[in-house]
């Protein structure tokens, strides 16, 4: 429906060809727009609901306080594995996550994890290098997502979030506790919950508008010739190039597959190859621009950091075991 809406809006509307890059990107600039913001929406009243109902302390002092092994992180790479989404739109699940106070290592599982593994690049992947690349993609996937959150959650960097995202918790916990004290029934909280919602949209609304618009100047922009030409000699510096070089980029995993199998062909390492594809997906400029809302540059930093080393790594082990 939003997808028709924004064909509408841009095609049939404003009169622009959906065979021009401009026609393109502003399609995508509309479509992308309306449903991250109506995902931020969402979540936001779903973890409204859920903290009136189970607080933030609780979950919190059970995730910190349960010795599961490392489990916390796995679910929460396979929880973003199965989620559809691009980094862009993994981002008001992360808000929605960071809110309802689960650590910070969890949601950045899900972070890493949930742009890198989807079904449909999955189901490309499958029938574009069979099953044995595949799964190594996939679990490399997950394994990123687990690893880089445990390394990041014990990296103690909760007091990085923004000033912003710390008051929505404080805000939440204060909340939830006035309503359990006087024991305020489901219907009477839903007004507030949805208030709070809307004030966490209007909050980000010009993140989102920013990181978008960089997304849409880029979307689908991948000088595939440039690059096969530059990637495809098997030097030690070709993977830490690829990364490099595929962070202005901006595509979802589906997107990407095809231009992955181009690079292929003309003689990119698979390794090389899969690594810049992870990077275009998990490194992208918008999903840093939508993120200042909720972390402060330094935070930023090791994120993108520590995801970029663990990719290159991940490249390097590929072109010697492919």
């Excluded at 509309?30 to 109902?53: E, Q, R, V, W």
């Excluded at 687990?146 to 390394?151: L, S």
């Amino acid at each position: 429906m939003i997808q028709k809406f924004a064909d509408w809006l841009v095609y049939n509307i404003m009169n622009l060809s959906p065979e021009t890059p401009i026609g393109i990107s502003v399609n995508f600039f509309f479509y992308d727009t309306i449903k991250i913001l109506i995902l931020l929406f969402l979540i936001s009243s779903l973890m409204g609901i859920i903290n009136a109902y189970f607080p933030i302390e609780k979950l919190r002092n059970f995730l910190i306080n349960h010795k599961l092994y490392g489990l916390q992180y796995l679910l929460a790479s396979l929880f973003g594995a199965i989620t559809p989404f691009c980094s862009c739109s993994s981002v008001p699940l992360f808000i929605g996550f960071v809110k309802g106070g689960i650590p910070l290592g969890v949601t950045f599982s899900f972070l890493i994890t949930s742009p890198l593994v989807n079904e449909v690049a999955v189901a490309m992947f499958l029938g574009s290098f069979g099953w044995k690349i595949t799964l190594i993609y996939v679990l490399s996937g997950i394994i990123l997502g687990t690893v880089g959150g445990f390394v990041l959650g014990k990296m103690g960097l909760s007091r990085y979030l923004s000033e912003w995202v710390k008051q929505i918790q404080v805000d939440s916990e204060q909340q939830t506790a006035e309503w359990e004290e006087n024991k305020i029934g489901f219907f009477k909280r839903l007004p507030t919950i949805i208030k709070e919602s809307l004030k966490i949209v209007k909050g980000v609304l010009i993140y989102i508008i920013i990181g978008i618009a960089i997304g849409a100047a880029m979307h689908g922009y991948v000088p595939e010739q440039f690059f096969a030409e530059y990637l495809s000699a098997d030097k030690w510096w070709c993977v830490p190039l690829a990364v490099i070089l595929a962070v202005p980029m901006y595509a979802n995993a589906a997107g990407i597959v095809p231009v992955i199998e181009v690079f292929v062909a003309k003689g990119v390492p698979i390794g090389t190859a899969i690594a810049f594809m992870m990077a275009v997906v998990g490194l992208s400029l918008p999903e840093m621009t939508m993120l200042k809302k909720v972390m402060t540059w330094k935070l930023i930093g090791i994120f993108f950091g520590t995801i970029t080393i663990c990719i290159i790594l991940s490249g390097y082990l590929f072109n010697l075991i492919l």
